[in-house]
């Protein structure tokens, strides 16, 4: 229901854009958000997004480099990734949440896309 995409192999200083694509049934008025885990280590809020778009979270170590978006016509949200840092690599999963805000805990979020990988080399 949810799939993830735009993973790759890039060098530190470039750009990426990640999708999310959901299908199959209504996210209307779920939070979406983005989580990442790198090797060994726990999965990590990234940015989140109201359904509305009217509010957005995103982790201290990505203000200012991550932008969070969504397009409610192509049931898609985008994370923009500049400016990555070797210690973004980590598999990128999206997820939705029926909070009403845009919680940071993996524990707010009911659905889970397969994740995609994003691999910053120095």
């Known amino acids: 229901q949810l799939q993830a995409s735009g993973g790759g192999l890039v060098q530190a200083g470039d750009s990426l854009r990640l999708s999310c694509a959901f299908s199959?049934?209504?996210?209307?008025?779920?939070?979406m958000g983005w989580f990442r885990q790198a090797p060994g280590k726990e999965r990590e809020f990234v940015s989140g997004?109201?359904?509305?778009?009217?509010?957005?979270n995103h982790a201290d170590s990505v203000k200012g480099r991550f932008t969070i978006s969504r397009d409610s016509a192509k049931n898609t949200v985008y994370l923009r990734m500049n400016s990555l840092k070797p210690e973004d690599t980590a598999v990128y999963y999206c997820?939705?949440?029926?909070?009403?805000?845009?919680?940071?805990?993996?524990?707010?979020?009911?659905?889970w896309g397969q994740g995609t990988l994003v691999t910053v080399s120095a």
């Open positions: 997820a939705a949440s029926k909070f009403m805000v845009v919680a940071t805990g993996t524990s707010a979020y009911d659905v």
């Open positions: 997004i109201t359904w509305g778009g009217s509010n957005t």
């Open positions: 199959g049934r209504t996210f209307s008025n779920y939070v």
